[in-house]
């Protein structure tokens, strides 16, 4: 089946999920790692000044409803400056590049960074798809993460993904139970050894943040997850889903990515990062 999701729903959706998982956070934790956002209609970026890995420092949603125009890049290039960031990166469906995006990464000195795969189904298909639950290692189980686990998923999830320190989990501890969100865990005892979530978008939800310890990975814990989190769109009411992940490259294997077309989702489009850094920035337009 060739999935319908609209381009620009998903790239919403994504960057939707972002800002809300980061600057959503108690004020407290927002201060702590200098959390910035900035929302120009459907389009919006996120800037985490405290974070070493830069990986939260983006913009992204750009579409028909508000395009990449150069004025627009300028804008975000001005909000990343403002909060003292060294890098962020644009993200742009390559269907929704407008005309002169050449001359704007001229302009901005833009260089490409990480590629990206973009995926996507409808609910129906990701439902018909292999029960990920069914396959999952008997001396493991899947279920909802409850309040008082939050601290241990963060835990797992930021330690996984190399954002170690201890702000940054409290970040993601805050996003348990928050509106929009659902949160699972692969456990084995009483140990969490594998996390993903779920961002609810009107009629679009984003898979996010899957991740697992190396004593839960081979053992069909992130399917699991995956077939948990399909369920639960589907009882949100969710008709499309969305995920990404890194592209491969030649000789290259990535785990997610096969998990994902194993779970029904479709390759929709591969997307470029485009990374402003200050050190290469001398314009002052």
Not at 34 to 61: K, M, Q, T, V
Request: charged fraction near 20%; aromatic fraction near 8%.
């Amino acid at each position: 089946m060739t999935t319908t999701v609209p381009v620009a729903l998903a790239e919403q959706t994504e960057i939707a999920a972002y800002t809300d998982f980061a600057a959503g956070a108690p004020a407290s934790v927002r201060e702590a790692l200098g959390i910035g956002s900035l929302r120009l209609g459907p389009a919006r970026a996120l800037a985490i000044r405290e974070d070493p890995s830069r990986f939260f420092n983006r913009a992204g949603g750009f579409g028909p409803g508000r395009p990449a125009t150069a004025a627009l890049a300028v804008r975000v290039r001005d909000f990343f400056r403002e909060q003292g960031v060294p890098q962020g990166a644009f993200m742009i469906a390559p269907s929704l590049l407008p005309p002169d995006w050449a001359s704007t990464v001229a302009r901005l000195r833009l260089t490409e960074g990480t590629r990206f795969a973009k995926l996507g189904c409808d609910t129906g298909t990701a439902l018909s798809a292999a029960d990920g639950v069914a396959a999952l290692d008997p001396a493991l189980r899947v279920g909802p993460v409850e309040p008082h686990q939050a601290r241990e998923w963060a835990a797992v999830m930021m330690t996984t993904f190399g954002f170690t320190g201890p702000a940054m989990a409290d970040m993601a501890a805050a996003c348990v139970g928050r509106p929009g969100w659902r949160q699972y865990a692969v456990r084995e005892g009483e140990r969490i050894v594998a996390v993903g979530s779920l961002f609810v978008n009107g009629d679009c939800a984003d898979m996010f943040g899957g991740a697992t310890l190396p004593a839960g990975r081979g053992r069909g814990a992130q399917s699991a997850l995956l077939t948990a989190r399909v369920r639960a769109a589907r009882d949100a009411g969710c008709r499309w889903l969305v995920a990404e992940t890194g592209a491969e490259g030649p000789g290259e294997h990535n785990t997610s990515l096969h998990n994902m077309l194993r779970a029904g989702f479709e390759p929709l489009y591969e997307r470029v990062a485009w990374v402003w850094r200050a050190q290469d920035d001398c314009s002052n337009t």
